[in-house]
């Protein structure tokens, strides 16, 4: 086999993969959910903002969050599990606000 063929083959390679980069990665900016300016109650009290949404998405990213994501099933092995850390702090909340409205202390209390 000679050299020239030899590139001739890796060029085609590099332009057949590159192509298929570029249009999957058009077809997922394309389809990405849409980011809603803000997001407000029935009674108009602005619950958060788009701005709010692209600021936890950069702390997300500093914090490498995109790169121990759960697709081999091992994220909660090498970062914090938030989903369970959120739902932790909201039956703390729910927990105190009963507590409050049926004995006037808190739970920890």
Known sequence: MTTKKLWIGFITVMVLSFSVLLYFGKEIY???????????????????????????????????????????GHGAYQAPDWSADWLHKEAEYILNKFAMQQDGISYEN
């Open 30 to 72: 394309k389809q990405a959910p849409p980011i809603p300016v803000k997001v407000v109650k029935p009674d108009g009290t602005v619950l958060f903002t788009g701005q709010d949404i692209k600021d936890g998405q950069n702390v997300w990213q500093s914090l490498s969050g995109q790169e121990i994501g759960t697709v081999w």
